[in-house]
């Protein structure tokens, strides 16, 4: 069977659908369609689904994929839940084993690694060729590893050694990777990408969001407490009644903050000037980036922040908080603004100086859209995936 796949395969892993929301599918995506492209290694996604006990095959935004059970490593499970495991594992390893022979799999690539991926790299232990594993971190996925017990981080400690390399996306993901799980792993800093031209280009994408009246601040995010769009909200306040045309959109999405954001938006008497659309797929938020005049990330943490990439491409004046990986993309005052996370007067003042100094923010947003052109390419990223051997971040952004 080799013979039907003479390309050498990537496989990617994700613990849900490649069709949920979210700016780690889109890495996913835009990595899958890169290396597609390139031509030298073709992709394939594995998503852990329960309800697929056999590989199930289908195509997502053109990206191949196959749906397979895979079962969470059962770490601090009872004898029963163990044993079952086993039984399961019995099974699923020489069919895994085959699977990967058949594709030709070169490489297995969890992003947002958890409990299946170390079901996955236990199956791969027990190969005749065991194949080398790339761990990719967001974010979001460090946090459990940081209150793990400690013979949790033990094991992860030991898979991670193992590992033919380690991604995180921003310096500071490295630095709470390292405090969470120990200083001599060789951590890779690769920094997520964008195809500007391709996010801006495309017409019919700008048709499908619905039409914007008055200047907007823009925010896409999930609503999540984590996301501080109720910062925003009340930095808002003054600004509503300042600028009788302008408008709060908030992208994202749904999360468990939603009805309390809205609820605030209803106190403050804002519920014409502030905008919520959820769960809008992604090919049609291009169309909100196109009508904003600015844009706004107000996080309380941030691993890196895809979407400020996007508001690049439309160069777009960005004002951000000062937190997580956000700083190594925006410089203050050189391509965007950086304020203190959770301060809202802070956060009025920012948005109050793009909006009337709109020279200011014009450079600012060129100044963006030059940086994350230039910097910030998929061919980039997919270059160092591809590196021959591991190319740790200076010890200087990990400090």
């Not at 195509?59 to 749906?67: A, S």
């Not at 460090?142 to 898979?159: D, F, S």
């Not at 925003?232 to 468990?256: H, K, M, T, W």
């Amino acid at each position: 069977m080799s013979n039907l796949h003479p390309a050498p395969c990537h496989l990617f892993v994700l613990p849900w659908s490649l069709e949920a929301l979210g700016g780690v599918n889109q890495v996913v995506i835009s990595l899958a369609q890169a290396m597609y492209h390139s031509g030298s290694v073709r992709p394939l996604v594995l998503v852990c689904d329960w309800n697929a006990p056999q590989p199930v095959w289908q195509r997502v935004q053109g990206v191949q994929t196959v749906r397979w059970r895979i079962r969470s490593w059962p770490a601090q499970a009872g004898i029963k839940e163990k044993l079952a495991f086993l039984a399961w594992m019995w099974q699923f390893q020489p069919a895994f084993e085959r699977f990967c022979q058949t594709y030709q799999v070169v490489a297995i690539n969890p992003h947002s690694p958890g409990k299946t991926a170390l079901t996955l790299h236990h199956a791969v232990r027990r190969f005749s060729q065991p194949v080398p594993f790339v761990f990719s971190f967001h974010g979001s996925d460090i946090e459990p590893l940081q209150t793990a017990p400690p013979a949790i981080k033990k094991h992860w400690r030991a898979l991670l050694h193992q590992a033919q390399r380690i991604v995180v996306c921003s310096a500071d993901l490295g630095r709470r990777v390292v405090q969470a799980l120990g200083e001599d792993l060789p951590l890779q800093l690769i920094y997520n990408g964008i195809d500007t031209a391709s996010f801006t280009g495309l017409p019919a994408t700008a048709r499908t969001a619905p039409h914007l009246a008055g200047r907007v601040i823009l925010s896409v995010g999930k609503f999540i407490p984590l996301k501080g769009q109720d910062v925003l909200i009340r930095a808002f306040v003054p600004l509503a009644q300042e600028y009788a045309d302008l408008q709060l959109v908030l992208v994202g999405a749904s999360g468990n903050a939603l009805a309390g954001l809205q609820q605030l938006c209803a106190q403050q008497g804002l519920q014409e000037r502030v905008h919520f659309f959820v769960d809008v797929p992604h090919s049609q938020v291009a169309g909100f980036f196109q009508q904003a005049e600015i844009f706004c990330l107000p996080s309380r943490q941030e691993a890196f922040g895809l979407v400020l990439l996007e508001a690049g491409a439309f160069a777009l004046p960005v004002i951000a908080s000062n937190v997580g990986g956000i700083a190594e993309l925006i410089e203050d005052r050189v391509n965007g603004l950086l304020v203190p996370a959770q301060e809202a007067a802070a956060l009025t003042a920012g948005l109050r100086t793009l909006l009337d100094t709109p020279l200011l923010a014009q450079r600012l947003g060129a100044q963006l859209h030059h940086h994350v052109a230039a910097q910030f390419t998929w061919a980039r990223t997919l270059e160092q995936y591809r590196a021959p051997r591991p190319l740790p971040a200076p010890d200087t952004r990990l400090q």
